[in-house]
């Protein structure tokens, strides 16, 4: 069985996830127990479900899996593929804005077949450039407005692409329509309040930006993949 394949057990204690607290050179996270992964003596802790959704929880895939389950119902009855997308060489990397502005959020909307749904403000990463960089040349171009970046909060794994959220501290006004390089989309602020309930893409950032907002910034960036492509569902893991 390869690496790319290979199932672990996802084991629970009554309400609560058991894992493995490990470290790495930026700091601790928490993994599933695997008995070929070499850490048998790693201490194990166990999670409720609201401390697991905000844990660093890895492989990414597998604990967007687990984390679903458990939301709409349960943990997973038996085995799972430890999905890692982390370890694949991306096909894009994209940086994004999160801006906030009296209490409201700046988001692209667009359309389809009657349909609304929004995007973070941002882009695909240039050759030469680092992620801080290109998240301001594409704030700018989608939007107009010039800013300075704070702190990555996000990194998000989603259809082989490689994306970081920062919040972007945004000075200015956003630009005139004809002006702006954003595909057809609309730069509109959404009260932080609704996030939750917005089609926002992707899905799993969109609650936990405004939990941020209300509780602080995480220290480490958060790590999630994001399957999710029914935008219009809630979204509660």
Do not use: Q
Request: charged fraction near 25%.
């Amino acid at each position: 069985m390869t690496a790319e394949n290979r199932l672990v057990t996802v084991r629970f204690d009554a309400d609560k996830l058991i894992l493995e607290l490990r470290h790495d050179a930026e700091g601790a996270y928490h993994a599933f127990p695997d008995a070929r992964s070499g850490t048998a003596d790693a201490p194990r802790v166990a999670l409720s479900f609201a401390e697991a959704l905000h844990a660093r929880i890895r492989p990414s895939g597998t604990a967007e899996a687990v984390l679903r389950a458990w939301a709409e119902g349960g943990g997973p009855p038996g085995p799972v593929t430890l999905d890692d997308p982390a370890a694949v060489p991306p096909v894009r990397v994209r940086a994004g804005a999160i801006v906030i502005r009296d209490g409201a959020m700046l988001l692209i909307r667009f359309e389809e077949d009657g349909t609304a749904y929004y995007e973070i403000p941002g882009g695909g990463v240039e050759a030469g450039e680092t992620p801080e960089t290109a998240v301001l040349r594409e704030l700018d171009e989608e939007t107009g407005l010039a800013g300075t970046v704070g702190p990555e909060v996000a990194r998000v794994w989603k259809a082989g692409r490689h994306e970081h959220y920062f919040v972007v501290t945004a000075t200015g006004e956003v630009g005139p329509p004809e002006t702006l390089d954003n595909y057809g989309g609309t730069p509109v602020w959404i009260p932080v309040e609704h996030l939750p309930t917005t089609a926002l893409w992707p899905r799993r950032l969109s609650w936990r930006i405004e939990h941020w907002h209300r509780t602080g910034w995480p220290e480490r960036p958060a790590e999630l993949a994001d399957s999710i492509t029914e935008l219009g569902r809630p979204c509660r893991w």
